[in-house]
């Protein structure tokens, strides 16, 4: 089994209660590895299509993915820039504030060789990507990856995709909507957020969301609504699964633990629903910790109840 994921990796500067902060890597891409990485068998590949500098914040990038079992083959490397950066500060309720530095990222260039795309896909099971992935990129290299992605039946891997969407990094919202509901129509398995989609298209619900997806012919579709219920659809079977409280401390990588923990679930052979169950409790496992990445053996707790 093997697992691409295409997207931004940042150094990831988090605000501790004594003010000072502390340095880790994250990126909702990434996010989405670690949980995969953490859930799937050992034999199983979880591979990282990014690009990086080479300065000595890459170097440290690279050996954390390579320290937690993540495939770097797919990461090219980039002289004349560097990785991203951000902030999280958080509030009492868990809600985080994000402050970006990733104009110039090298990651933005992860998609201008059309040969090395084709490689990196090649003999792999499921390739993950979301909205963000979509954004960073210049137009052309952006349609290159959705190319390069192809039609639903017109591959050997199936795709996954969250919308995930950023208003900020977009020049504007027809743009943005243009190219996620492109992306959109060309997935196997779709993971909005009601949130984000009712900022981006105003649907009114999450039902509003799943009906919309399911309109472009996408056979899995899961939107995640925070506190509220998740709700489904896949091959004709739609369902509506409950959300249990949670203790919010960092909201921080939530719906990417839970992208992460559900797709993992499904490869394994579990049904929509039990994967549903999986993923939420992962996600709360992740929202009562400070940072995007949890460890693994927490991860591994919270997915097998």
Not at 45 to 63: C, F, I, Q
Not at 140 to 147: F, G, H, I
């Amino acid at each position: 089994m093997r697992v691409v994921c295409i997207g931004e990796c940042m150094v990831e500067f988090l605000r501790q209660d004594d003010g000072l902060w502390r340095q880790g890597f994250a990126g909702d891409s990434l996010n989405v590895a670690w949980a995969m990485r953490a859930l799937l068998p050992a034999d199983a590949k979880v591979d990282y299509l990014t690009r990086v500098g080479t300065d000595a914040l890459s170097e440290a990038m690279l050996d954390m993915l390579r320290s937690a079992g993540i495939g770097t083959g797919t990461i090219t490397r980039d002289p004349k820039r560097t990785v991203g950066l951000y902030t999280i500060q958080t509030a009492s309720d868990g809600e985080r504030s994000f402050s970006y530095w990733r104009s110039d990222s090298a990651a933005r260039g992860l998609a201008e060789d059309a040969g090395h795309l084709s490689a990196c896909l090649a003999g792999s099971d499921l390739v993950y990507l979301s909205g963000i992935t979509l954004a960073i990129l210049p137009p052309p290299d952006r349609e290159r990856l959705m190319t390069a992605l192809q039609k639903r039946h017109a591959r050997p891997f199936r795709v996954a995709f969250d919308p995930n969407f950023r208003p900020r990094l977009w020049p504007d919202l027809q743009t943005a909507t243009d190219a996620v509901t492109h992306m959109a129509g060309l997935a196997d398995i779709l993971l909005p957020t009601h949130e984000d989609e009712h900022l981006a298209f105003g649907d009114a619900d999450a039902g509003a969301t799943l009906v919309r997806y399911r309109g472009l012919g996408v056979p899995e579709v899961v939107v995640k609504d925070g506190k509220q219920p998740t709700v489904f659809e896949c091959n004709g079977e739609a369902g509506i699964r409950p959300v249990a409280p949670a203790v919010a401390v960092d909201t921080t990588g939530a719906g990417d633990s839970f992208n992460g923990a559900y797709l993992a679930a499904r490869l394994g052979g579990a049904t929509v629903a039990q994967a549903i169950a999986q993923a939420q409790r992962v996600s709360a496992a992740v929202v009562g910790r400070r940072g995007a990445l949890v460890a693994a053996d927490a991860l591994r707790a919270a997915a097998s109840g």
